[in-house]
């Protein structure tokens, strides 16, 4: 689960400011007039962005996280009590609330992955890199985070890393997909078996013939 919300850690900056004022303009009035308070989440979402942005250029490098003096911030723009912000970052597990590494490695544990051997996948990367869940690499590179369903179960064992999805994992190509990041390269997203969105390993089991003329098989 995610890093609990400290108000007053020594991590917390004493401001925050969005870089991108017409961006922030443009989210808000994507909604009814008196209806502004709507725009909370995706400013959370930017603020979190805005934080990762910073931190690739950081020595130790660190991820995307949400201080709370851009909640405040965000509070003040949308004319909201600041715990109305704070109600809305803690409640949701996508937003992070105290510092994290640069790439956010999220670990699904639950049934349909535990089933496909996600221990294995946890065990891959504690080993790897030396840490446990909710603990941060020394060089602020790599969080390993337990989580809930991320929803696509029919790829198990899968993992999310920041925004992006890792299926059909093996502990083999979950090490090489460590490897990769620690060099800052790109793996490749989606599945590690070369499965066509969730359809079955053994290819198309319906539309058979619509799915060949697609090429999706």
């Not at 991320?150 to 790829?155: F, I, K, P, R, Y």
Request: one cysteine or more.
């Amino acid at each position: 689960m995610k890093k609990p919300f400290e108000l007053h850690a020594e991590y917390q900056p004493a401001n925050f400011a969005f870089r991108n004022g017409t961006k922030v303009e443009k989210i808000i009035n994507l909604y009814p007039k008196g209806r502004q308070q709507s725009a909370v989440m995706p400013l959370l979402d930017l603020a979190q962005r805005q934080v990762a942005e910073d931190g690739a250029k950081a020595s130790p490098v660190y991820g995307g996280w949400i201080p709370r003096a851009a909640m405040d911030h965000i509070a003040e723009l949308l004319d909201m009590p600041p715990i109305k912000v704070y109600e809305v970052a803690s409640f949701y597990s996508m937003y992070n609330l105290a510092p994290v590494g640069k790439y956010l490695i999220q670990l699904c544990t639950t049934t349909p992955c535990w089933l496909c051997n996600a221990d294995a996948i946890v065990k891959a990367c504690t080993d790897h890199l030396g840490i446990g869940l909710g603990e941060t690499t020394k060089d602020g590179k790599f969080t390993l985070m337990e989580v809930e369903c991320l929803g696509a179960c029919v790829n198990a064992p899968m993992i999310q890393i920041n925004d992006d999805y890792y299926e059909d994992l093996t502990s083999e190509s979950m090490k090489e997909i460590l490897a990769m990041l620690a060099d800052d390269l790109k793996p490749k997203i989606g599945s590690q078996k070369g499965r066509k969105a969730s359809m079955a390993l053994t290819g198309p089991t319906t539309l058979e013939k619509e799915a060949k003329k697609a090429g999706v098989v």
